[in-house]
């Protein structure tokens, strides 16, 4: 109930800052669904939302629960905490719940932000949700968000009024699975390599075929495989 009360709210600060633009609503089907995005800054958690008629789910890391500056307001809109572990498979549950009741759960399959604006290779917790509950994968491209709130900025930019864009891109469906049991490693790196490609495509993003910020040894993110560079 808070969550409806706070998003108008919200929508009117940051409309008066910034120029907002949403694009591909009707994409998202009834029911069930997983929004895939890119990441460019904190504020993209916002955005993303905001711009959405329906309620999204995000799957966020703990430790921005663990902030007053941002705990508050991710628990009473709803957000799922993703920590290490088992706090990973406990997300993960909790995110096919959210799904199997017929909501939305959003989630950055990047599993941080860019740090120079090009997309980068998806971990595979996105394709996990996808074939484990048949609900279909609706790629989001936001777009002006590292403009408004700059990496290492403390505060938005509320002067410019940088204009935000949202889009959502079709939705891609994959077959259900039974079970783990069929979630081989392939698999999982398939499906999340056509989200991606999915993605890049609606953000016109340089594309990198590597984890972001990582080297050597990567451990794919939410419940992911592990694999080796190069």
């Given at each position: 109930?808070?969550?409806w009360?706070?998003?108008?709210?919200?929508w009117?600060?940051?409309?008066?800052?910034?120029?907002?633009?949403?694009?591909?609503?009707?994409?998202?089907?009834?029911?069930?669904?997983?929004?895939?995005?890119?990441?460019?800054?904190?504020?993209?958690?916002?955005?993303?939302?905001?711009?959405?008629?329906?309620?999204?789910?995000?799957?966020?890391?703990?430790?921005?629960?663990?902030?007053?500056k941002?705990?508050?307001?991710?628990?009473?809109?709803?957000q799922?905490?993703?920590?290490?572990?088992?706090?990973?498979?406990?997300?993960?549950?909790?995110?096919?719940?959210?799904?199997?009741?017929?909501g939305?759960?959003?989630?950055?399959?990047?599993?941080?932000?860019?740090?120079?604006?090009?997309?980068?290779r998806?971990?595979?917790?996105?394709?996990?949700?996808?074939?484990?509950?048949?609900?279909?994968?609706?790629?989001?491209?936001?777009r002006?968000?590292?403009?408004?709130?700059?990496?290492?900025?403390?505060?938005?930019?509320?002067?410019?009024?940088?204009?935000?864009?949202?889009e959502?891109?079709?939705?891609?469906?994959?077959?259900?699975?039974?079970?783990?049991?069929?979630?081989?490693?392939?698999?999982?790196?398939?499906v999340?390599?056509?989200?991606?490609?999915?993605?890049?495509?609606?953000?016109?993003?340089?594309?990198?075929?590597?984890?972001?910020?990582q080297?050597?040894?990567?451990?794919?993110?939410?419940?992911?495989?592990?694999?080796?560079?190069?």
């Open positions: 109930m808070l969550y009360v706070l998003k108008p709210i919200f009117v600060l940051l409309h008066s800052f910034f120029s907002l633009r949403r694009r591909g609503v009707e994409n998202t089907p009834p029911g069930a669904a997983i929004v895939a995005a890119n990441h460019l800054s904190l504020i993209d958690s916002l955005f993303i939302p905001l711009l959405h008629p329906r309620r999204l789910r995000f799957l966020a890391k703990q430790r921005y629960f663990d902030s007053w941002t705990g508050w307001l991710l628990r009473i809109s709803g799922i905490p993703l920590g290490a572990g088992d706090g990973t498979r406990e997300a993960l549950q909790e995110a096919l719940r959210v799904l199997r009741a017929g939305i759960v959003a989630i950055y399959p990047e599993g941080t932000r860019s740090p120079d604006g090009r997309l980068y998806g971990r595979t917790g996105v394709a996990r949700l996808a074939l484990l509950s048949g609900a279909p994968v609706v790629p989001c491209a936001i002006g968000s590292d403009r408004a709130l700059r990496r290492g900025a403390r505060f938005p930019d509320l002067r410019s009024r940088v204009r935000v864009e949202v959502f891109g079709p939705p891609l469906r994959f077959e259900q699975v039974a079970g783990e049991h069929e979630l081989t490693r392939e698999r999982l790196r398939e999340t390599d056509e989200i991606m490609k999915a993605i890049a495509e609606l953000s016109g993003q340089e594309y990198v075929d590597r984890y972001s910020g080297a050597g040894s990567e451990t794919d993110g939410p419940a992911g495989d592990r694999r080796r560079a190069g």
